[in-house]
């Protein structure tokens, strides 16, 4: 959800980047760094995250599929 508001905002002109650092969701989220670093891991390699690196380091954002996946995933537990 962090990564979809992040590219939201940013599709809003709201922000000036798309994605969010593992740092900026660790302290947002009240979890490790490492946690979050395993977590984008695997978001990655299911192609539902995208990792940009830039000057400033690594940022993440969500892709449309990761999109698809989250409403999808929404859909089922507002169902239940």
């Given at each position: 959800l962090q990564l979809a508001a992040a590219?939201?905002?940013y599709l809003?002109?709201?922000?000036q980047t798309p994605g969010l650092s593992i740092q900026e969701i660790s302290s947002d989220l009240g979890?490790?760094?490492?946690?979050?670093?395993?977590r984008l891991s695997?978001?990655?390699k299911e192609g539902h995250a995208e990792r940009i690196s830039n000057e400033t380091g690594?940022?993440?954002?969500?892709t449309t599929m990761g999109i698809m996946w989250l409403s999808?995933?929404?859909k089922q537990k507002s169902s239940q």
């Open positions: 590219k939201l905002s809003l002109s709201s922000t979890v490790s760094s490492k946690s979050v670093s395993s695997e978001l990655v690594n940022q993440y954002t969500v999808d995933n929404l």
